[in-house]
T-cell receptor
């Protein structure tokens, strides 16, 4: 089992729809979680950190479920510009340190 | 401007040549990272640094050398470039606390012929 897993997609979603995807992680001691978006061959950009109580930023909502060991990202009223690959990152303990473990990404395509 | 910058943006080199990719950040972040991303694949960690003069191997360090004599700079050197090192290279930095997010440079697209 991979340490951080995402459904690669693509998710094909009509403009205006709501879409959600999850990211599962294997290490229950993981401490911090993030969602990034990456446009084709450009640098990943931080979308939002994921807090224990869940957090919202405009049309985006992130949730953390520690019991089931996954984080989720919900996008409401999707725009064409939301088309991108969404990467989750988990900060997990490894040896005596913490390591950032990246998911392979979920590709989202918003269609007009 | 504050931020993290990489140079060059594009580089074409020949097999066997030494190449150095530069990374500079102005935030005084303690951690810096080098990733490579091949077409259709995810990010793979090459090397990282927790502070000046402290570096450590990542997932794919072979064929690469790093140094960090100053906090703000983290150059990556390919000692003898190979075609398999054709990739997009991203430098990133973050503050020292475990819940600090990474911030990326805009990447160097390297082609080895």
């Amino acid at each position: 089992r991979k340490e951080v897993e995402q459904d690669p997609g693509p998710f094909n979603v009509p403009e205006g729809a709501t879409v959600a995807f999850n990211c599962t992680y294997s290490n229950s001691a993981s401490q911090s979680f993030f969602w990034y978006r990456q446009d084709c061959r450009k640098e990943p950009k931080l979308l939002m950190s994921v807090y224990s109580s869940g957090n919202e930023d405009g049309r985006f909502t992130a949730q953390l479920n520690r019991a089931s060991q996954y984080i989720s990202l919900l996008i409401r009223d999707s725009k064409l510009s939301d088309s991108a690959t969404y990467l989750c990152v988990v900060n997990s303990p490894m040896d005596s340190n913490y390591q950032l473990i990246w998911g392979a990404g979920t590709k989202l395509i918003i269609k007009p | 401007d504050a931020g993290i910058t990489q140079s060059p943006r594009y580089k074409i080199t020949e097999t066997g040549r030494q190449v150095t990719l530069m990374c500079h950040q102005t935030w005084s972040h303690s951690y810096m990272f080098w990733y490579r991303q091949d077409l259709g694949h995810g990010l793979r960690l090459i090397y990282y640094s927790a502070a000046a003069d402290i570096t450590d191997k990542g997932e794919v360090p072979d064929g690469y050398v790093v140094s960090r004599s100053k906090t703000e700079n983290f150059p990556l050197t390919l000692e003898s470039a190979t075609r398999s090192q054709t990739s997009v290279y991203f430098c990133a930095s973050r503050a020292g606390t475990y819940n600090s997010p990474l911030h990326f440079g805009n990447g160097t697209r390297l082609t080895v012929t």
